[in-house]
């Protein structure tokens, strides 16, 4: 088995399975899957959120740590732990992960701190190829705490399952000797000093948790709201996360 980590996202397709990498957006999705909800969209826009969802589904995002008009909840991991979400459809606002993803995804799996013994267990038998993609930060630029969280599970599947490294793999693996502790890596992320700048260092807390939680997302379905149809500047594809193995 070979084994890849792509700092951002390749333009290129990828052939084998795919983990993208997102350690607060990635933990959102996880979250809600794991407080119940039957699925989550992700949206690239809060237009295209609003559009995406239906009477009923719980509507998630931010600005500056606040909701947008007409959104249910922020983002926070310490109030969405707090939640029930059994059978509610969400629909989460997350500009960065979509960047990540691409609409010709098939097999791609969420991958963070938190589900890292069960992503890393999911990949251990993969045939060719695992490629581990980062989400970026907000800004474009490649994202510290994601490139940490890839070099977390890469060696952690590189030493059970003896994957080959390729191109990103071991410059990511490098990175995570410089911090050790994940909360520490994460603190240091650009993310990570907004949310410490809000008052949400338990946010970060509970997002560097390695391995608390078995949920895998994994993409069920992508759809493209079309420019044309739904009054959108451009076309804009939205992803479907369920459970894995569900």
Known sequence: MRL??????NKNAYPDQ????????????????????SEVWVAPSIRSARLLARPGDVLLGEE??????????????????????????????AYTLCKALAPTDTRVMLGY??????????????????????ASDASGEPSLGNILAAGFLAKRIQQLAKAEHLEGALLASSLLR???????????????????????????????LISVEGVIPELKEVRVLGAQEYGLTKDRPVYRFGRRGE
Do not use: T, W
């Not at 038998?125 to 980062?134: D, G, I, M, R, T």
């Open 64 to 93: 500056e740590g606040i909701p947008p008009e007409g959104f249910h909840h922020s983002l926070s991991l310490r109030d969405l732990l707090k939640i029930d979400f059994s059978g509610q459809r969400a629909v989460v606002f």
């Open 178 to 208: 410089a911090f050790p502790d994940p909360q520490e890596g994460l603190f240091a992320s650009a993310v990570g000093q907004r949310l410490y700048r809000m008052g949400r260092s338990e946010d970060l807390a509970l997002a560097s």
């Open 18 to 37: 795919v983990i993208v990498v997102a350690v607060f957006h990635g933990s959102v999705v996880g979250a809600l899957l794991n407080q119940g909800a």
């Open 4 to 9: 890849r980590v792509d700092l951002q996202r």
């Open 113 to 134: 701190f938190r589900n890292a013994r069960a992503v890393v267990e999911a990949n251990l038998q993969a045939p060719h190829e695992v490629a581990l993609v980062c």
